[in-house]
């Protein structure tokens, strides 16, 4: 079994360090730039814990880390970590910005260790029946929206956290892509910063994406306001004849076979499956299904969607890999 250290001690953090623990693995370290949150949850665990996260990252007697961490921190940390060798479970989003996506890339090949994005939603264990019934869609929808973001929370902080659209939206954008069977070619976005005045932040996007086997997808994004009937996550996948509806959390999939509708009901188990993927991906050393380049494909089509906004014009993603 890996010797694992958690950076990171907040929610995340915490809901990780269970799921590892459900699944025989007990965490050895952990650490927060709180040393208080680290102690706190090493105690629960018998484990050690630092206040330095790249002590963590240094220590010879670890070999994963998982950086649960602010945003703007994550490029840091996991380059720090490939470096030393250490396999990386990386939170979403992959970094804020190409040049940290990019970079954190170019690091974790370099060193060849495994790097897993957590898109928990990927994993969902309805997520995978929809992929399997609705076969090749040629058309997707797919809608994240939240209730409104507290304007002093650190996630809508611009360095910290990057806003609602580059927080979770890639969750959607990974999702479409994993429901599509291909990558996404091309996107074209309008949206802005409508309900959070004084922050340099994009809350609100709303975008097509065009996909190299030729599906298209629209998409929402943002803190609008959370709809009671179906949740948070929305998504829908149509091809041709047959249909496919993910909500309630992923909890819920409806599937019209063009006669008649099939109703499923699943589990949140998507931070479960998630780790056990990364267990796996260590253990028999493979790339996990969600990886470094997913991560940043994820947050690149953001991206080039918020410079579609500035300028007003479709982006290609054909340089991504």
């Known amino acids: 079994m890996p010797n694992i250290a958690i950076i ?28 208080a949150r680290a102690e706190n949850l090493a ?19 670890i070999n994963a880390v998982y950086i649960c961490t602010y945003h703007d921190t994550h490029a840091p940390l996991a380059i720090e970590a490939a470096r030393n060798g250490k396999h990386i479970f990386l939170e979403k989003p992959m970094a804020l910005t190409e040049k940290d996506c990019r970079s954190i890339v170019d690091a974790v090949q370099k060193a060849g260790v495994r790097c897993m994005t957590g898109f928990k939603l990927h994993y969902y264990g309805l997520a995978r029946k929809a992929k399997e019934l609705i076969g090749k869609p040629i058309a997707l ?39 599509a ?6 996107i074209f976005a309008e ?4 309900h959070h005045p004084g922050l340099d932040i994009v809350d609100t996007m709303a975008a097509t994406i065009r ?3 030729g599906a298209v997808a629209t998409l929402l994004i943002g803190d609008a306001g959370e709809m009671p009937h179906d949740g948070k996550f929305s998504f829908q996948a149509m091809n041709g004849r047959e249909t496919i509806h993910l909500y309630n959390r992923l909890t819920s999939l409806s599937y019209f076979d063009g006669e008649s509708e099939h109703v499923f009901s699943g589990e949140e188990d998507g931070f479960l499956n ?25 947050e690149m089509v953001l991206l080039r969607g918020i410079e579609s906004m500035r300028t007003h014009l479709p982006q290609s993603l054909t340089d991504l890999p």
Request: charged share 25%; hydrophobic share 35%; proline share 6%.
């Open 211 to 213: 996909y190299e086997n």
């Open 43 to 61: 105690s629960m665990y018998a484990a050690r814990f630092t206040g330095d996260p790249f002590e963590a990252i240094r220590d010879p007697n």
């Open 8 to 35: 990171g001690c907040g929610l995340i953090g915490e809901i990780h360090a269970k799921c590892l623990s459900d699944l025989g693995v007990r965490p050895a370290l952990f650490a927060d730039v709180d040393i």
């Open 191 to 194: 949206g802005g910063n409508l």
């Open 181 to 186: 069977g291909a990558k996404p070619i091309r």
């Open 274 to 298: 998630e780790n056990r993927e990364f267990l796996t991906a260590i253990s028999e050393q493979k790339k996990p299904e969600t990886n470094e380049l997913d991560g940043m494909r994820a």
């Open 141 to 179: 929808t797919a809608r994240v929206i939240d209730g409104r973001w507290p304007d002093d929370h650190w996630a809508n902080d611009p360095l910290k956290g990057g806003g609602n659209i580059l927080s979770q939206g890639c969750h959607a954008v990974e999702l479409l892509s994993y429901l």
